[in-house]
DNA sequence: CATGAATGAGAGTTCATTCAT
DNA sequence: TATGAATGAACTCTCATTCAT
């Protein structure tokens, strides 16, 4: 069907412009939204003609999903990284909350836009389903194993994991787009995260 | 410049025709999504043709917004309404949560298909971003109220209503999608009851 | 081919509808333009419904020659009414004159604006220019005989008046619309009405 | 809001296919009217894909517009460039009259035919208007300039030209499309002329 | 006779993708 | 390899005309 052969690019140059098309293209439909980004937008800012994206990608669907690992891997492990190097305990626990919120804000500034408008695509996109599906997977069983290895309570672990993830996910959304004047925002984070650590507790 | 009024219809068979084009083409927007949804395909659900369509919408947009109208008052008060005929206190607050959880379950799984696709609208679409917000608002006003009527500790109590119902939401969603195999909802769901109920109860 | 049936009104109320739709539809081709007007206008403008337009009407088209009849009929033949009563000589051709481009002039401030639309259609349409091109002539007869009746000189006098009537027609264009703006209309005008006369005068 | 840009073709073949969709679809337009020519007709017209035209025009209505740009501008200055060349005076007049008259009609014979369809569109659009306005300003100067410069009498003499201009234009129109029949046009040509010579001449 | 809701062909326009250079 | 001009199917929306009521 396709005659056209995907190249995969060895040349540095080459390996360069895929990446940039990545970058600006992925820039480009968080910012705009898929369907309002046209792939002679996304060849401009990349700076290429729009004949070579079509030799990086197969199509302008390829584009969203490549942006799709580049920006999970760059956003989700940088903030945990930190905790390698530390254990953490009943002590900490708050300011390590507080931190990987923060990070998650900090990260998320530049391009979380797309979080949505991508999320929405995976009813009607299988292959952009299964890539958040496989990413959910991931960021929750990395986290549940990061609070085995320091000992917290595995009873239900990975559900109550899971649950934390749901709330500080939802925080930072609404922290990033401010969304409701009517809520206090530093109220809802310690909510928030006296909500967390009483999950986490270990039962009486 | 343009002419062409929107009519409102009067006659039964007029009015049933406008509410199978909303009913049948949010259907298809939700399902498919709304950029993959053409005119044509929502007349044709809609056994209409594509002229009488733009009688009664403005245009494809339009009917989107009358969709999202429709679902979001069909879903939210009836999940709550027999709140206002008992009393909430600490005995029945585990069942009457379990029994807002269920129906809210139940509400979407006719139609919430569609709730990402268009809460990603919310970022390319002001009208789409307007109506969420007033919504949410609203949705969260109406249920802090009624704790406040039930004497509830009215301590950020906005705040919390506001986690507390992104608590809800996602666990529906994952139910309703059951998108990890790995987790147990019956375990997830009473973790987040628990947490609601530990939210909810009075500062020692 | 086509089954319905065209009425001729008979009764006095059906007689009025028909002759609103005439009226109020080419007002509003005249104003916006044949192709800009719409037959749900016309209908509305003249107070019927659109399905009865077709019962008195082969099409749109139909409305507009129509309208092109009562027009020329009713613009041009009281213009030169008045001078049934009088003789035209050398002593009054002046004061006639005058007295023709003022009533052009008033007649058109009414509908006018159609002129041009209208003759454009010339080009693609064949019934409209069959129609023009009657009307010319029959007002050039109608002319050149007043004036042969006024014992002018009948040399060329078809050519002349054909000429005359063009200067009339297009100086009363531009005072109408007063197009420019670099052009004094007094002067022009009686640049004309020299013009005409000295057109009409026996040749030495 | 609309981001796709209007390209400026520098390579010769893409300029030749630009030209080719003024010319063509100008033509177009001229023959059948503008309404009654879609975008499909011109392209395949032109020998190009639907998709070229809105790569060199904003819309259907940039192609009117730049069409009538070529055409005055090559219709107007060739029919008066050679009077640059020769001093015009009381002996030459009428020869020169006479030439303008046959260039002008020369020049008209293969595209005038749009000159009502698009002069109508004056009334329903803007920018046609404006266009008509301006290029009749510049012939009107453009003539009184030259006839100023060759010592005619300026009395009155930008209107005495506009008379002049309808004259011609009326004529030649007629002619072109010799639109009646009972009209004797070797005649008319004569008056006509005769009256130029008449208005022209310096007062007694 | 009259209505105006309904039709659906066809309009202008966009854009993912291809291909001659 | 790289370009960007070119393609044309598919889209949203309009409106002259019909027809059930």
Known sequence: MKE???REPVQKRS???KEKIIKYGFDLICEKGYYNTNTAE???????STGIVYS???????ILLEGLKRYSNSVFYPMIDFTNDIKIDDKNLRSVIE?????FIDNHKLSQTAHEEITSMTHSDKDVAVFFHESEIEITNTI???LL?????PTDLKEKVHVIINLVDDLCHEIIYHKHKEIDYNK??????????NILKPEK
Not at 42 to 48: L, R, S, Y
Not at 99 to 103: A, P, S, V
Not at 189 to 197: A, Q, S
């Open 42 to 48: 996304i060849a401009k800012a990349a700076g290429v």
């Open 4 to 6: 056209t052969e995907i």
């Open 15 to 17: 390996i360069e412009k």
């Open 56 to 62: 990086y990608f197969k199509d302008k669907h390829d």
């Open 188 to 197: 809802m984070t310690n909510i928030i995260i006296d909500t967390i650590i």
């Open 99 to 103: 931190k990987i919120i923060l990070q």
């Open 149 to 153: 290895k320091n000992n917290f309570n």
């Open 144 to 146: 549940t194993d990061l």
